[in-house]
Nanobody, 129 residues
Framework: QVQLVESGGGSVQAGGSLRLSCAAS????????MGWFRQAPGKEREGVAV????????YYADSVTGRFTISQENGKNTVYLQMNSLKSEDTAMYYC??????????????????????WGQGTQVTVSS
């Protein structure tokens, strides 16, 4: 059974930083895709950062490039999202997601929520201006 547990959300002033963590269990593949998504009230869920666990390749949405960094902890199924220079528009519920290699629909859909099978419960990030 796959479980994803996020932590690290909170409230911060604009310009500040937060680091989110996602601890995964039950994923026994040598490599797989994990992503961080966010959803603000009234908006669709959007992908912000993706990593190929076990390989290390990373990808970012334009809105966070240069400010957010996704990384993995070697030897552990834990993925982080370091968020710097936070803006009020970064306020959202943040979710981590993962999928198995057999269910991966392709590189072009790496930021699509529909590409991911497993989801955490989410952690709230609030940025005040």
């Amino acid at each position: 059974q796959v479980q994803l547990v996020e932590s690290g959300g909170g409230s911060v002033q604009a310009g500040g930083s937060l680091r989110l963590s996602c601890a995964a269990s039950g994923l026994t593949y040598s490599s797989y895709w994990m992503g961080w998504f966010r959803q603000a009230p009234g908006k669709e869920r959007e992908g912000v950062a993706v990593i190929v666990v076990g390989v290390g390749s990373t990808y970012y949405a334009d809105s966070v490039t240069g400010r957010f960094t996704i990384s993995q902890e070697n030897g552990k199924n834990t993925v982080y999202l370091q968020m710097n220079s936070l803006k009020s528009e970064d306020t959202a519920m943040y979710y981590c997601a993962a999928t198995s290699p057999g269910n991966w629909p392709g590189f072009s859909r790496r930021f699509s929520a529909a590409s991911y099978r497993y989801w955490g419960q989410g952690t709230q990030v609030t940025v005040s201006s």
